[in-house]
């Protein structure tokens, strides 16, 4: 069944002139099987699960008052990011809101102005869409709230905005909750969806809920394949089928691991689907190489240090040459000492980010 959002009541009243703001704090999320491939309006070729991070987020301030013209033109719209006018972001958020004109029409009667910072250092090279787009989808569904009286039950406020959040960017999806969260259809998730992500919380493994993960920077330069145009590649690849297929089969191997918290099976899972995601990229026509040497010198240290010492810490990659390794709060002390020893100075002016699993967004109240 899908979901239809679309609704012509929500308009307000033209005596009501609301004026206001609502901010949320969102964080960031590392998939564990990756979403690769989409189709239609930002849904997934396979289904996937992720980390989702607590240092790494972007608070979002949406400040509305009622327009005093409403034009046929679309949404009225100031952004700055970081305190400055961001003139490009800015036109994807307009072009966002606009695409959701059917399900909240109320946007076109107000003038938005959105403030919006990440707590990760800027040119960081840590994709920020999906803690942005969440925020800026919660921000979206409390001024439902506000407006309308809807959206009271937790769980029904929460999937509308991985909703929103998947049609902005489809892994913000996925922020929305805590520890864990799984987008895509799978038979041994109930209630999953391609269209809103679900928790995978209650039958998580203590030990994975206070999962470490350090982000290594090797290089902060901005990526060379955008997700978008990556997805795209996927349509045409001559291994889109059998990952697709592998994707769901991997979730099912990874759901008792993260159940019974089986670190070695997740570890085993986790370093395959980050290569997996890589290789799928060197494969694809035109092909990208996103891993530098430094990437690979980390993964040769980590596998290395993990042999000699039987400590449970495996790496991860996003669409990028940063690593995140992952591994249980109770080891931190010692992994750490390995990672200030010899993983630290081969990053990028030695810049490391030490985050971690998260609670999920925060709605920040004045
Ligand atoms: O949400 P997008 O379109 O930026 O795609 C994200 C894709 C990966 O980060 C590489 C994998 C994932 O599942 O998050």
Redesign the pocket.
């Known amino acids: 069944m899908s979901l239809d959002y679309t609704n012509q009541k929500f308009v307000l009243d033209t005596s009501d002139h609301p004026q206001g703001s609502v901010t949320w704090r969102s964080p960031s999320?590392l998939?564990i099987v990756?979403?690769?491939g989409k189709h239609g309006r930002q849904l997934p070729r396979n289904p996937?699960i992720?980390l989702t991070l607590d240092t790494a987020h972007t608070t979002t301030t949406l400040h509305y008052q009622r327009r005093e013209q409403v034009s046929s033109d679309g949404i009225s719209l100031d952004l700055m990011f970081e305190g400055v006018p961001a003139p490009a972001f800015a036109e994807r958020i307009r072009r966002y809101l606009e695409s959701i004109g059917n399900i909240y029409p109320f946007l076109r009667q107000l003038h938005l102005t959105i403030h919006s910072e990440n707590s990760f250092p800027h040119s960081s090279g840590i994709?920020s869409?999906?803690s942005s787009m969440s925020a800026l989808a919660l921000c979206l569904c409390s001024l439902e709230r506000h407006f309308f009286d809807s959206l009271a039950d937790e769980q029904e406020f929460l999937t509308k905005a991985s909703y929103l959040a998947r049609l902005a960017?489809?892994?913000?999806a996925r922020s929305v909750y805590p520890f864990m969260s799984a987008w895509g259809r799978h038979g041994d998730i109930s209630g999953s969806s391609d269209e809103f992500a679900v928790p995978y919380t209650d039958a998580l493994h203590p030990s994975f809920k206070t999962m470490r993960n350090a982000i290594l920077i090797v290089s902060s330069g901005t990526k060379a394949v955008s997700?978008?145009a990556?997805?795209q590649l996927m349509e045409t690849h001559p291994y889109a089928a059998t990952r697709y297929i592998q994707a769901g089969q991997r979730m099912s191997q990874l759901l008792p691991a993260l159940q019974h918290g089986d670190w070695d099976l997740f570890g085993q899972i986790t370093e395959n689907e980050a290569l997996t995601?890589h290789a799928l990229m060197m494969a694809s026509n035109p092909s990208y190489l996103l891993m530098k040497p430094q990437s690979l010198q980390l993964i040769d240290a980590i596998r290395s240090f993990r042999a000699d010492t039987g400590l449970p810490v495996y790496f991860s990659l996003?669409?990028g040459p940063n690593l995140h390794v992952l591994y249980p709060d109770e080891h931190a002390d010692k992994i750490e000492s390995f990672l200030e020893a010899e993983c630290i100075p081969v990053c990028e002016n030695g810049v490391w980010i030490a985050d971690k699993a998260g609670e999920g967004p925060k709605e920040i109240l004045e």
């Open positions: 999320n998939a990756k979403y690769w996937s992720s994709a869409s999906a960017s489809g892994s913000a997700s978008s990556g997805h995601l996003d669409a």
